[in-house]
């Protein structure tokens, strides 16, 4: 069933929200256990559950999430409950108040049952950074599930959980789902609140939704959606009713198609399915064309230059004195030695090349031209959609790789994220959704890319794709 359909039992009393709590929890506990898709487990979402059943006992409404199990990613902030950043830096820290979308998904009567894991602070591609070890894809045990919201594609695919909270600063959400085969969706920058999200790239960085469809998807995102007085960079506009405005034609759509993201890099079974996904929008009466975008080759250097940079600013708060372990008395000695200790390889690898990009002599070199040629992105992106409505292409350029494999290819690692980067450096808003299977039976994802604040568009073209036959 939809969300939507079991939300709407539960409110009937037809199911029980303490019912569908334990089946999930129980999942957690064992299959989740397998996959490593959990930092935590919240046994005491029973007690949640509960009291979701005595509001309809009362007559009351508990919202359009009502009693439905979700998971978080344990970058967003759950009050009382342990939030580690997937690092052991922070792996006995207690969250004192919860994320914005961790209350506005409660305050519509959502379950949380767990907090999955993810590679630290949710730097990486694959979710082997973690520092308490890899996730591993539910429909190959041996390949990675992508990242950084690994253990929450993880989960999702293996039926733990009806939705997850993910975030997205480069194709964190977007790529997992593609590497496991559900629905991956990220807003445009400034649509959800980052309020009480552990920071990794402050001006790329946004809460997105993983699920089993884009219908899914939408209603939780009419729920996370809109201005918060905790977070300036979000947006007083109203909120449209995604998942009841969903429609299913796609004629007259215009559909842009970057050449670039048919290079060099790009597996034959990749390009074929994403062909074919294509071709069914063309044959449903969408205009798909051909674009060169050249400015999109400098995509992936730009994220790399600019995300580090953010990431060496943000992660000074991480000085063992504000946050993480107190082992030393001295605080010089205390910083070198528990940043050593318990920072993953992958988290100093990225504050030393962000403080390298900021540093004397080189700032103007690397950070400035970087931010110089992203605002350039972002004026053509703008310029594609003064002609069409939607940019598509692939989600990543091979399916889900071999846990290990590109451990020592840091390069390959990083262009993971080729085709989804370019929607957070323009802050517009992206979806993934399952177009078949590539090589190794493994899915491929769709990537569709909509102007800033056009969800709506975004989520039409995608419920089309999956509700067509």
């Known amino acids: 069933m939809t969300i939507s359909e079991t939300a709407a039992k539960i409110r009937s009393g037809e199911l029980k929200a303490v019912d569908l709590a334990a089946e999930h929890l129980k999942a957690a506990h064992t299959t989740g256990k397998e996959l490593n898709a959990f930092i935590t487990v919240i046994d005491q979402a029973i007690e949640r559950a509960k009291q979701i059943d005595e509001m309809v006992a009362r007559g009351e409404d508990p919202g359009v999430l009502a009693g439905i199990p979700c998971t978080v990613k344990d970058v967003i902030m759950t009050k009382d ?16 108040y919860s994320a ?11 379950v949380i049952i767990g907090k999955t894991n993810s590679d630290p602070f949710a ?8 520092g308490f070890g890899p996730a591993l894809n539910p429909l190959d045990r041996e390949r990675v599930p992508g990242g950084s919201s690994s253990g929450a594609a993880a989960a999702q695919a293996a039926g733990i959980g009806m939705f997850a909270l993910g975030t997205d600063t480069g194709g964190s959400v977007r790529q997992p789902s593609a590497f496991v085969g559900v629905t991956g969706f990220k807003p445009t920058y400034g649509r959800n609140s980052r309020y009480g999200l552990i920071a990794m790239a402050s001006s790329f960085d946004t809460v997105g939704v993983l699920g089993n469809s884009v219908e899914d998807v939408a209603l939780v995102e009419e729920v996370l959606a809109g201005k918060d007085s905790n977070d300036a ?9 995604y998942s009841r405005d969903l429609k299913e034609s796609v004629s007259g759509l215009r559909i842009a198609v970057p050449e670039e993201y048919f290079s060099e890099g790009i597996e034959p079974l990749v390009e074929q399915r994403v062909e074919e996904a294509l071709e069914k929008y063309r044959k449903a009466g969408a205009t798909v064309e051909r674009v060169s975008l050249p400015i999109l080759k400098y995509a992936i250097a730009m994220y790399y230059v600019l995300v580090p940079s953010e990431i060496s600013s943000n992660m000074a708060r991480y000085d063992g004195v ?51 040629v992203r605002v350039k992105l972002t004026k053509e992106i703008e310029t594609v959609f003064k002609s069409y409505d939607l940019i598509a292409g692939p989600t990543a350029p091979s399916v889900a790789f071999k846990l290990g494999e590109l451990v020592n290819n840091l390069l390959q690692m990083y262009l993971s994220d080729i085709y989804t980067v370019t929607a957070n450096l323009t802050g517009c808003p992206a979806i993934s959704i399952p177009c078949g299977m590539g090589a190794g039976d493994m899915p491929v994802g769709l990537q569709l890319m909509a102007k800033r604040f056009d969800e709506q568009t975004l989520f039409n073209a995608a419920h089309f794709y999956q509700t067509s036959r």
């Open 123 to 130: 730097f990486g591609g694959s979710g082997e950074n973690s």
């Open 100 to 110: 914005t979308a961790v209350e506005r998904i409660e305050a519509a009567g959502a």
């Open 322 to 372: 504000r946050f993480g372990h107190k082992d030393f008395a001295d605080y010089d000695e205390n910083l070198r030695k528990t940043r050593g200790a318990y920072m993953e390889d992958e988290v100093k690898r990225r504050v030393m090349i962000g403080t390298y990009a900021l540093s004397a002599g080189y700032a103007d070199q690397f950070y400035n031209t970087a931010l110089k």
């Open 233 to 241: 960079t979000t947006y007083d506009m109203p909120v449209p009713a």
């Open 81 to 96: 409950i342990r939030t580690t950043a997937s690092s052991r830096l922070l792996e006995n820290f207690i969250a004192p």
